[in-house]
C-alpha cells in the first residue's frame, strides 16, 4: 500500500485559485470496508470569490454551504441529473470558494473502481468529474466532511516525494458564464487528464 500522509489545514492555501493549484499531484483517498482507493489529482478548476459560474455566486444556500466552510471541506453536488461532482473548499469560513477536482490518476483500488465502471480504460476510470465520483462512491453522504481529518474520503500527499510536477492552466470546461479564465489546471502529459487537446492536455 501506498504511504500518505494526510495534509493539515494550514499546509492548504487559503486562496481558491491557488489551493486549485496546489493541488494537482496531491492524493485523494476513499477508504471503503472493501478496502482503499486513491488517486493522484491531475486536473482541478477553481471557482472564485465573486465568479458568475460558481454555485457560491447568489450567496449560501442550504445546498451549497459547504463552498462557506472553512477551506478543505467537502462540497459534492448532483448535476445534470447523472452524476455527482467533488469540490473542495477554499476560503476562509463564510466566503464562497472552491476547487472543481476533474480527474484522478488512479493509484490504489484499481479493481474496486473497476466495479463501478467495468468498460472504462485504466486511463478514463477518474477522468471527468462524474467519472471520479463514480469510480470512488462518493455521492452527497460525503458532502461537509473535513478532508484534512481521518474519515472516509481525505487529501494527502505521498510520504516519498517524486520528482517536479509539470502544471499547466487553459480555461474551463463545460461552463456558460466567464469560461474564458484561465482557472483550470492539469499536470501536463498526463494521460488521465480529460479534455479536449487543444487545451494543452
Known amino acids: 500500500m501506498q504511504r500518505i500522509r494526510r495534509l493539515r489545514r494550514f499546509e492548504l492555501p487559503v486562496d481558491t485559485t491557488a489551493l486549485a493549484r496546489y493541488l494537482i499531484g496531491k492524493i485523494l483517498v476513499r477508504n ?40 478543505g471541506h467537502a462540497y459534492v453536488y448532483f448535476i445534470y441529473g447523472n452524476w455527482f461532482s467533488v469540490n473542495m473548499s477554499g476560503e476562509v469560513e463564510g466566503v464562497g470558494g472552491g476547487v472543481l477536482l476533474r480527474a484522478l490518476e488512479p493509484t490504489e483500488g484499481v479493481e474496486l473502481m473497476r466495479r463501478r465502471r467495468p468498460e472504462a480504460p485504466l486511463h478514463r476510470l477518474a477522468s471527468g468529474p462524474g467519472c471520479l465520483a463514480m469510480a470512488l462512491d462518493i455521492d452527497r453522504r460525503f458532502d461537509g466532511l473535513d478532508l484534512c481529518a481521518a474519515g472516509p474520503i481525505w487529501i494527502g500527499a505521498p510520504v516519498k516525494k517524486s520528482g517536479r510536477i509539470r502544471v499547466g492552466k487553459s480555461v474551463r470546461i463545460g461552463v456558460a458564464r466567464e469560461a474564458h479564465r484561465m ?18 492536455v
Open 183 to 200: 482557472l483550470r489546471f492539469y499536470e501536463r502529459g498526463n494521460p488521465c487528464v480529460s479534455g479536449p487537446r487543444r487545451l494543452g
Open 32 to 71: 471503503t470496508p472493501e478496502g482503499r482507493m486513491s488517486g493522484r489529482i491531475v486536473e482541478s478548476e477553481a471557482y472564485v470569490v465573486g465568479d458568475a459560474a460558481a454555485h457560491s455566486h447568489r450567496g449560501m444556500t442550504p445546498r451549497n454551504r459547504s463552498l462557506f466552510l472553512e477551506h
